[in-house]
């Protein structure tokens, strides 16, 4: 088939490029000149394990091309996925505006039929605002769908050609076939729905994993003052099915360019409706209090932090990635300057994306972990990079000058630290 993506972000690159590993022609779009110039170059413009190579190979294979002339790629596909960003308004509220610029320029585009996909995240409703914007613009007949993406950054890849489930939101049987022909070689779960229901599992999904991961923060904070372990308690709570492992690992709170932006989102189109959506106002509340945890734990131990040199390990949102969009470590970081204390942070990859973002005379990006922690008043670790693991607790008490590990995301067992004199306070146990 022939596929025109619009936007070049992690949904659309990793989808794009995915499509085309399955054979299809796919023409990536962006209108940031400079991205489409790297993805060119073959340099690419995010940081996912394995889609350099991914690109190189679909790019030789003459599957796969980028550019920045979207009516030029609309009039060569049979099927338009628009994948661009919808980031959130200071209210909360998702900004549809790329959304509906995409569907007006993809409306002017139009040169016969086409499906019209939509992959971002976005509000019950919007599909049927793109059909309306569309059809203002074009005299061609069309058909839209709604298939939400699930990937995760860092095993992107991974999660878009072997997926869960994959959800087509559709009206006819057209759109039904055509997208089912595209997507069975990923899974055989194809579950077809109307297209509000569609756009809200998206929404429905990333909220529901969200209350995990604020549950077992509070249950760990539980576990802390009646002395259990949340790593234990979480694992059993996972061997029962309707529960499950995934998502009960205790931190410092969710990040990312995601479940901050979705949840909020939910509760201001729960809102929109009258209707007060407590249980995720409350995840949302839990997950921004618990990064505090750290300073908390920091000052029971330092008592004051005005004058004390702290290092950090880890900035992304999570490991295997350099985003730091919504990400602990900058409201961590922050608040440490703010109180008056040095901060030596080191991240393997992350480092220059945070350092556009934030700069302070008080403030020191290392080379390597080592530097970091050195002659510091305490260490905390904010991302479980491999890297990390790797290194030995009696190592990282030899580099430090005061003997205090702070583990927000329980990177290391009680066990390991058994024999030495770290003062080591982990999440939940
Ligand atoms: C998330 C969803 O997992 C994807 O299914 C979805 O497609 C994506 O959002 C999206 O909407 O585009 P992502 O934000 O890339 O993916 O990363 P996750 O692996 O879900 O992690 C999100 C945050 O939750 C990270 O900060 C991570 O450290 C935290 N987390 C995750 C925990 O604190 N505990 C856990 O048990 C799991």
């Not at 940031?32 to 790297?38: C, D, G, Q, R, V």
């Not at 991914?54 to 002339?69: C, Q, V, W, Y």
């Not at 350092?355 to 510091?376: D, G, K, M, P, T």
């Not at 479980?384 to 990282?396: A, C, G, Q, V």
Request: charged share 25%; hydrophobic share 40%.
């Amino acid at each position: 088939m022939k596929l025109a993506v619009i936007g070049t972000g992690y949904v659309g690159l990793v989808s794009g490029v995915c499509f085309s590993e399955l054979g299809n022609d796919v023409i990536c779009v962006d209108k940031i000149s400079s991205k489409i110039s790297m993805l060119n170059g073959g340099e690419v413009p995010i940081y996912e394990p394995g889609l350099k190579q991914l690109i190189a190979h679909n790019k030789e294979e003459g599957r796969l091309s980028f550019t920045t002339d979207l009516t030029e790629a609309v009039r060569n596909s049979d099927i338009v996925v628009i994948a661009v960003g919808t980031p959130s308004m200071s209210n909360g509220q998702a900004n549809l505006s790329y959304i509906m610029e995409a569907a007006k320029e993809i409306g002017q585009a139009l040169n016969g039929f086409k499906i019209i996909v939509t992959k971002s995240t976005v509000p019950v409703g919007t599909n049927e605002k793109i059909r309306d914007i569309i059809a203002e613009h074009s005299m061609y007949p069309f058909e839209i769908a709604s298939v939400p993406e699930f990937l995760r950054e860092g095993t992107a890849i991974e999660d878009t050609l072997h997926p869960d489930r994959i959800i087509i939101g559709a009206a006819t049987e057209i759109v039904k076939e055509t997208l089912i022909e595209l997507h069975s070689p990923l899974t055989n779960n194809i579950m077809i729905t109307d297209i509000r229901s569609a756009e809200m599992i998206k929404y429905a999904s990333n909220a529901f994993l969200a209350t995990k991961i604020s549950f077992i923060n509070e249950i760990a904070n539980i576990c802390e003052k009646v002395g259990a372990d949340v790593t234990q308690v979480a694992r059993g709570m996972g061997y029962d099915k309707r529960i499950g492992h995934s998502f009960l690992k205790a931190g410092i709170g969710y990040g990312g360019s995601c479940f901050p932006k979705d949840t909020q989102a939910l509760v201001q189109i729960a809102g929109q409706m009258d209707y007060d959506f407590k249980l995720l106002k409350s995840v949302i509340e839990v997950n921004h209090d618990q990064r505090f945890n750290i300073i908390r734990k920091l000052e029971a131990i330092l008592k004051e932090l005005s004058g004390r040199t702290i290092a950090v390990w880890g900035l992304a949102f999570k490991p295997e990635t350099d985003d730091i969009r919504d990400a602990p470590a900058l409201e961590i970081i922050s608040s440490l300057l703010s109180k008056g204390a040095r901060v030596k942070a080191y991240d393997p990859i992350a480092s220059k994306n945070f350092s556009n973002v934030l700069q302070h005379e008080c403030l020191e990006y290392c080379n390597n972990v080592r530097e970091a922690a050195e002659n510091a008043d305490a260490l905390c670790i904010l991302t479980e990079w491999n890297e990390f693991r790797e290194i030995s607790p009696d190592l990282i008490q030899s580099w430090l000058k005061l003997p205090n590990l702070i583990d927000g995301r329980n990177l290391y067992s009680e066990e390991e630290l058994k024999g030495t004199q770290l003062i080591y306070y982990s999440v939940g146990r």
